[in-house]
């Protein structure tokens, strides 16, 4: 999916990227979903509700 975006000329922003940051993985991950156009994903929430 990251190489088909970028083909698309999408910029991509992928954990594997993220250097050292102060704050929490999930505070960190939240700020970063929120500044984005697009994400394509789930999120934690998503994952504990079965439903």
């Known amino acids: 999916m990251i190489h ?4 698309l ?4 922003i992928a954990m594997e ?3 050292p940051d102060p704050r929490e ?3 960190l ?3 970063k979903i929120e500044e ?3 994400f394509l994903g789930r999120l934690l929430e998503d994952l504990a ?3």
């Open 4 to 7: 088909v975006c970028q083909r």
């Open 9 to 12: 000329g999408i910029d991509v």
């Open 17 to 19: 990227e993220f250097g």
């Open 25 to 27: 993985a999930a505070p």
């Open 29 to 31: 991950c939240r700020a």
């Open 36 to 38: 984005a156009d697009l």
């Open 49 to 51: 509700d079965p439903a």
